[in-house]
């Protein structure tokens, strides 16, 4: 283990991370939110799902600093008397967790069909290269809203609204799949016929020890690029659904069902309530696309200029 950190210290990677301001101030931001957001119970004021402390007389109090405001509350409160500052940090642990299961379901199935695709080639390829056609003819979201609105009438609303955070992992994971499964797809075609994968077939590996030992480890760098980009619009797709009212229920406030929850309401006077949780979303996905375009420059060292 100290080997491997000796090594870190010593990288091309570290040392660029070090020379770039924007990706250590995203990066840092991005590790406060991730940190709040694991931590919200020890965080936050109050807790959102406690009916015991939420008072409805409390709805729409404006942030402390406003005439009607109350210090208790420092950002106001929402529609339902909750602490907005406390349900923004729920919210926010809710929206990361779906962003992170739905990158990580939509890496697994890409690289699988990708690595598939790309070494076994012929009809298999044909075939599932199609589908993934298919699939980026239409947009995310319009994807998304199509599984999203089946799920619910497969399951009830009641239901569906008791399973939300699972089902919009599940839902966003196979919206953008096909993106995975083609830049995976890419970098087996050129990798399968090279000298080391020609040495491996001779010794008589397997196909399955060539794909997962050989092949795979030399595509990962654009699989990581790829998932820093894909945790951000994850997020955005989770909050596009829930202002659609597709997503998470008012209930369960994550970022999107929380801009939802607040925007009919934005020109009566409450404007906080749909404000800073938007502004929230806004920095969490400006700071991992930043971080996104850092990581893809430096495993690019053709595009990366120090």
Same mark, same amino acid.
């Given at each position: 283990?100290?080997?491997?950190?000796?090594?870190?210290?010593?990288?091309?990677?570290?040392?660029?991370?070090?020379?770039?301001?924007?990706?250590?101030?995203?990066?840092?931001?991005?590790?406060?939110?991730?940190?709040?957001?694991?931590?919200?119970?020890?965080?936050?004021?109050?807790?959102?799902?406690?009916?015991?402390?939420?008072?409805?007389?409390?709805?729409?109090?404006?942030?402390?600093?406003?005439?009607?405001?109350?210090?208790?509350?420092?950002?106001?409160?929402?529609?339902?008397?909750?602490? /907005?500052?406390? !349900?923004?940090?729920?919210?926010?642990? +809710? $929206?990361?967790?779906?962003?992170?299961? @739905? #990158?990580?379901?939509? =890496?697994?199935?890409?690289?699988?069909?990708?690595?598939?695709?790309?070494?076994?080639?012929?009809?298999?390829?044909?075939?599932?290269?199609?589908?993934?056609?298919?699939?980026?003819?239409?947009?995310?979201?319009?994807?998304?809203?199509?599984?999203?609105?089946?799920?619910?009438?497969?399951?009830?609303?009641?239901?569906?609204?008791?399973?939300?955070?699972?089902?919009?992992?599940?839902?966003?994971?196979?919206?953008?799949?096909?993106?995975?499964?083609?830049?995976?797809?890419?970098?087996?075609?050129?990798?399968?016929?090279?000298?080391?994968?020609?040495?491996?077939?001779?010794?008589?590996?397997?196909?399955?020890?060539?794909?997962?030992?050989?092949? /795979?480890?030399? !595509?990962?760098?654009?699989?990581?690029? +790829? $998932?820093?980009?894909?945790?951000?619009? @994850? #997020?955005?797709?989770? =909050?596009?659904?829930?202002?659609?009212?597709?997503?998470?229920?008012?209930t369960k406030p994550s970022l999107g069902s929380l801009i939802k929850s607040g925007?009919?309401?934005?020109?009566?006077?409450?404007?906080?309530?749909?404000?800073?949780?938007?502004?929230?979303?806004?920095?969490?996905?400006?700071?991992?696309?930043?971080?996104?375009?850092?990581?893809?420059?430096?495993l690019n060292p053709k595009l990366y200029k120090g």
């Amino acid at each position: 283990m100290t080997r491997i950190w000796n090594r870190f210290k010593k990288s091309y990677f570290l040392y660029s991370f070090k020379k770039d301001p924007v990706a250590i101030a995203s990066f840092v931001i991005l590790m406060i939110f991730i940190f709040l957001s694991i931590v919200a119970p020890l965080v936050a004021p109050y807790d959102p799902y406690d009916t015991k402390i939420i008072d409805i007389m409390d709805a729409e109090i404006p942030p402390s600093w406003e005439e009607k405001g109350s210090e208790k509350f420092l950002l106001g409160t929402d529609i339902q008397g909750r602490d /907005l500052l406390s !349900t923004m940090i729920y919210g926010m642990r +809710i $929206s990361v967790l779906i962003g992170c299961g @739905a #990158v990580f379901l939509q =890496a697994f199935l890409g690289v699988l069909i990708g690595l598939i695709s790309g070494y076994v080639g012929g009809k298999t390829d044909a075939f599932l290269m199609r589908v993934a056609d298919v699939q980026l003819s239409f947009s995310t979201i319009m994807v998304a809203i199509l599984i999203s609105a089946i799920f619910q009438v497969a399951f009830g609303v009641g239901r569906y609204e008791e399973l939300a955070v699972p089902l919009l992992v599940v839902i966003i994971g196979l919206a953008e799949w096909p993106q995975y499964a083609r830049t995976v797809r890419a970098s087996v075609l050129g990798e399968k016929n090279k000298e080391y994968v020609e040495a491996a077939r001779v010794i008589g590996f397997s196909q399955k020890r060539i794909m997962l030992r050989h092949i /795979l480890p030399n !595509t990962l760098s654009p699989v990581l690029v +790829i $998932s820093t980009v894909q945790v951000a619009n @994850a #997020v955005m797709s989770e =909050a596009a659904l829930s202002f659609l009212g597709l997503g998470m229920p008012v209930t369960k406030p994550s970022l999107g069902s929380l801009i939802k929850s607040g925007f009919e309401y934005i020109f009566s006077g409450s404007w906080w309530i749909t404000f800073f949780p938007g502004i929230l979303l806004i920095v969490f996905v400006l700071v991992v696309n930043l971080l996104g375009d850092w990581v893809r420059d430096v495993l690019n060292p053709k595009l990366y200029k120090g």
